[in-house]
């Protein structure tokens, strides 16, 4: 009986945990922001919501970027990163995702793991500023999302960052 009512209790669990997967709603680059064909309910009514500091729309929240093989925030990060810090604190209900990428050079593992790094700085310095952790999370992309995929350095120089997207406001 106790074994029934155990495989009963977990089959009811796994379905649920399913069902609320399948209905998670999650931000990603196919959704416009500000509304429209594809948008989420989140950016509804509001560009700024669910968008990215790549594309500009995320509240004025700038994209900090890294020199070659580097997890360091220069000063020119460290600017961005004030602006940052100013903009979250003006609306502490929003929630962001850092996502740390690389240039489209090296190995996909390194990659990541240096993404990783850049992320992990720029949400380490965020919370320093006084930031609460709980509305900061990470993700490494490595070399996955470039934003220009020219073989040049100004275009590794663009894709070298961390970006900040807007996940819930």
Do not use: W
């Not at 700038?62 to 003006?90: H, R």
């Not at 996502?99 to 992990?120: F, P, S, T, W």
């Not at 310095?125 to 070399?143: E, F, H």
């Amino acid at each position: 009986m106790l074994r029934k009512l155990s495989f009963a209790a977990l089959t009811f669990s796994l379905f649920l945990g399913l069902a609320s997967c399948k209905s998670a709603k999650k931000l990603d680059e196919t959704e416009v922001p500000g509304g429209g064909e594809g948008s989420s309910e989140l950016n509804k009514g509001d560009e700024n919501t669910g968008g990215d500091s790549d594309s500009g729309k995320a509240m004025g929240m700038q994209t900090i970027y890294f020199k070659y093989d580097s997890f360091e925030i220069d000063s020119d990060g460290k600017t961005a990163l004030n602006t940052n810090v100013e903009i979250l604190k003006a609306n502490p209900s929003v929630k962001i995702q850092i996502e740390g990428h690389c240039d489209q050079r090296g190995g996909i593992q390194y990659n990541i793991a240096l993404g990783e790094k850049r992320a992990n700085t720029v949400r380490d310095a965020i919370k320093k500023a006084g930031v609460t952790g709980d509305r900061v999370a990470t993700i490494s992309y490595g070399k996955e999302r470039l934003v220009d995929s020219a073989m040049n350095d100004a275009a590794y120089a663009k894709n070298r960052r961390a970006n900040f997207a807007i996940t819930s406001k």
